[in-house]
């Protein structure tokens, strides 16, 4: 009933910049946070940043002062801004978002909800 959708992945060269942009749809009650993970080949996954419903935001150490994460609440979308891109950031992004849904004409329990996945890739 839910659908999230990934998109502005690609290539970039050191230093450069990508826009992400992830939107939520389908029978939404309300989305109480969403965020943004990484993984590259190898590696465990990681929280990039999130940001809840009252805009509160978090990054992960190795991104702070380098990207940015936004939403649009009306749209149902979530952004991540990424400057000074490093080779290390190269990876599988996917965004998640906590949902509640309409479900059985009810209002469902939040539920984590994933994207497909974009990929992006930084060249030194």
């Known amino acids: 009933q839910v659908q999230l959708v990934e998109s502005g992945g690609g290539l970039a060269q050191a230093g450069g910049s990508l826009r992400l942009s992830c939107a939520a749809s389908?029978?939404?009650?309300?989305?109480?946070?969403m965020g943004w993970y990484r993984q590259a080949p190898g590696k465990q996954r990681e929280l990039v940043a999130s940001v809840a419903s009252g805009g509160r935001t978090n990054y992960a150490d190795s991104v702070k002062g380098r990207f940015t994460i936004s939403r649009d609440s009306a749209e149902n979308t979530v952004y991540l801004q990424m400057n000074s891109l490093k080779a290390e950031d190269t990876a599988v992004y996917r965004c998640?978002?906590?949902?509640?849904?309409?479900?059985?004409?009810?209002?469902?329990?939040?539920?984590?909800?994933w994207g497909q996945g974009t990929q992006v890739t930084v060249s030194s």
């Open positions: 389908g029978s939404i009650f309300s989305i109480n946070a």
């Open positions: 998640n978002a906590a949902i509640r849904s309409w479900r059985n004409g009810e209002v469902s329990q939040e539920y984590g909800y």
